[in-house]
């Protein structure tokens, strides 16, 4: 059964601080999402990461894949307050269902709190 | 375009109640998919279709129904509400089973 699993779950962060987001997965996958949301709202997609050593980058926001090491980042570059946010990663469960569907399994999130 | 469209946007049910979540996409997506999001937790996929007439389970099925009829429309059925249904529901819809998914407002029900 595949596990998704973020740490840190809660991130109090300075404005002007760099950090990272970890997401890591129990069996093989090679695609990976990440996902932003506000409060009360929906989910906003971030990136999609479908291959090894996909990198991508938005603003100040990093993200990257090591499918053998089941493991991504998400890095955050000088945070500012916009960022405060919950940060999820979803993994396509394809080893489950016996080829792609699209059916993703979620981590808990990563709650971020930027403080001035 | 409005993109993903879910109704209603709140509802309380009884106990045994049941309704039908409404969710509409107008970007001509195959894949369509019910989550539902429990607080401080993820999300979880209650079923998906990969299109019209095709419709199939995901983690946490039990209790629900779907149905896909047309491209656009793929409602969610709750028989006999419970507590353990008191969630938010989101629903998604892809171009591809590898695209990212966009995402609806999300439906919060209580069930009392």
């Known amino acids: 059964e595949l596990k998704v699993e973020q740490n840190p779950l809660f991130l109090s962060m300075q404005e002007g601080k760099n950090y990272t987001i970890y997401c890591n997965y129990s069996?093989?996958?090679?695609?990976l999402y990440w996902y932003r949301q506000d409060p009360g709202k929906s989910l906003e997609s971030l990136f999609v990461l479908l291959s090894n050593g996909a990198v991508k980058q938005e603003g100040r926001l990093m993200a990257s894949l090591d499918t053998k090491a089941r493991l991504s980042t998400l890095h955050i570059t000088a945070a500012v307050h916009d960022l405060s946010a919950t940060y999820f990663c979803a993994v396509d469960s394809e080893v489950n269902y016996g080829g792609s569907q699209g059916n993703l399994i979620f981590g808990k999130g990563t709650k971020l709190s930027v403080k001035p | 375009n409005a993109g993903v469209t879910q109704t209603p946007k709140f509802r309380i049910l009884k106990i045994g109640q049941s309704m039908t979540l409404q969710c509409t996409q107008d970007m001509n997506h195959n894949y369509m998919y019910w989550y539902r999001q429990d607080p401080g937790m993820g999300l979880k996929l209650i079923y998906y279709s990969v299109g019209a007439g095709i419709t199939d389970k995901g983690e946490v099925p039990n209790g629900y129904n779907v149905s896909r009829s047309t491209t656009e429309d793929f409602p969610l059925r709750l028989e006999l509400a419970a507590p353990s249904q008191t969630s938010v529901y989101f629903c998604?819809?892809?171009?591809?089973?590898?695209?990212?998914?966009?995402f609806g407002p999300g439906t919060r029900l209580t069930v009392l």
């Open positions: 069996t093989t996958s090679d695609r």
């Open positions: 998604a819809s892809s171009w591809t089973a590898y695209n990212e998914q966009f």
